[in-house]
């Protein structure tokens, strides 16, 4: 059995010994692009082209950040890869990932596909849910059971997230596709709620240090700039926060890495404990 300790020992001498590279992918990566998007959000005037634009920055913030977590992960869990090396394997590997995170995120989004219609029925635009304002519901019923279905169904993905956690790690070095979700779901089988156990506490971490990093950013911009700066108290706030969840993503993603290197070394020592049992009979 695989001990989360021990991968986390490994992940933190990778970022003790690599910290540096990695740091520079991830910043070039994770953080620039989503301060490029929060900057767009500020300052450009509201207008039906602004949402299209927005959205077009959105998707290539997400196909930067798909690049760059598959640099990470292939520096991170081969200390033969430099970062060129890195590079390259992510360049050839990078439409087989594409396809992969797609695929998932259609699985995903249909899963909740049920919520959005229950909501819709009820009166309530999924889209304002964040508004201040008290959504009109004309079947409370319906509301009520989107919500709970909600809540299932974010149990659920956890349980199923967790286990694609070594994913792209499959793609880069065992030159599978769409085979990559198989081969993911059968490395972590019996490891679910030590994963869980992980990524509850990443999570709880990631939510916990980006709110106060923003909450605190905002409230001492606030005092400084004035309260004529909203945009930019905004938009200075959202970018230190993204720097906190760029810092604990890297983390994430070299954990992962690592999680894949440990498991595939398990699986090997397996098959040769079952190679020497055979051989002895």
Do not use: C
């Amino acid at each position: 059995m695989v001990k989360m300790g021990n991968v986390w020992d490994r992940s933190v001498a990778v970022l003790d010994g690599r910290g540096g590279m990695l740091a520079g992918v991830a910043a070039l990566t994770l953080f620039v692009p989503q301060v490029i998007a929060a900057a767009y959000t500020a300052y450009a005037a509201p207008s039906t082209a602004k949402v299209v634009i927005a959205v077009v920055i959105q998707i290539l913030v997400t196909v930067a950040a798909l690049w760059g977590q598959l640099v990470i992960t292939a520096a991170a869990s081969d200390p033969a890869l430099d970062r060129p090396a890195a590079g390259r394997l992510a360049r050839v590997r990078f439409g087989p990932a594409l396809l992969v995170a797609l695929v998932l995120a259609l699985a995903f989004s249909l899963l909740f596909l049920p919520a959005a219609l229950l909501f819709s029925y009820a009166g309530i635009d999924v889209t304002h849910l964040g508004d201040r304002a008290t959504p009109v519901m004309s079947s409370p019923g319906a509301a009520g059971a989107g919500g709970l279905y909600t809540v299932v169904m974010l149990i659920v993905v956890l349980f199923v997230a967790v286990r694609f956690l070594p994913l792209y790690a499959v793609v880069l070095h065992e030159r599978l596709g769409l085979g990559a979700i198989a081969r993911s779901w059968r490395l972590t089988r019996r490891h679910t709620w030590r994963l869980i156990g992980a990524v509850l506490l990443f999570l709880i971490v990631l939510l916990v240090a980006t709110m106060a990093a923003q909450s605190v950013s905002g409230l001492v911009l606030r005092l400084a700039l004035g309260a004529d700066s909203a945009a930019t108290v905004g938009f200075l706030s959202a970018s230190i926060a993204q720097g906190v969840s760029t810092a604990l993503t890297l983390m994430a993603i070299v954990f992962s890495a690592q999680l894949y290197v440990a498991l595939v070394a398990r699986e090997q020592l397996l098959r040769d404990k079952a190679a020497r049992t055979w051989t002895d009979v």
